[in-house]
């Protein structure tokens, strides 16, 4: 079973940035695609952004212009580039990942979430 892990949450003042990872506990044979998502107090989760595996992404409309999701192939690592952060980014965010291991097992995996607090 493949774990994610995130990083980089943390408290920013608004207009601050910060980046968050997803790192896969194991290597990746296939990678269909990956996703951030975020959820508010008593809000339903959110789409933030999503990459393929041809690298196409999509944003949330309210992120777009924001934030940036990259990945680096080699470290099965995913980025959330978040600038001119805004109180209502204000979130648990998570990352999904959708793929095959190195023993060839499919796996869809949520991570724990990381924490990101935007506020002055």
């Known amino acids: 079973q493949v774990q994610l892990a995130e990083s980089g949450g943390g408290s920013v003042q608004p207009g601050g940035s910060l980046r968050l990872s997803c790192a896969a506990s194991?290597?990746?044979?296939?990678?269909?695609?990956m996703g951030w998502y975020r959820q508010a107090p008593e809000k339903p989760r959110e789409l933030v952004a999503t990459?393929?595996?041809?690298?196409?992404?999509n944003y949330g409309a309210s992120v777009k212009g924001r934030f940036a999701i990259s990945r680096d192939r080699v470290k099965t690592t995913v980025y959330l580039q978040m600038n001119k952060l805004k109180p209502e980014d204000t979130a648990v965010y998570y990352c999904?990942?959708?793929?095959?291991?190195?023993?060839?097992?499919?796996?869809?995996?949520w991570g724990q979430g990381t924490q990101v607090t935007v506020s002055s």
């Open positions: 194991r290597m990746i044979s296939r990678f269909n695609g």
């Open positions: 999904y990942m959708d793929g095959a291991d190195d023993g060839l097992n499919a796996f869809q995996s």
């Open positions: 990459i393929s595996s041809g690298d196409a992404v």
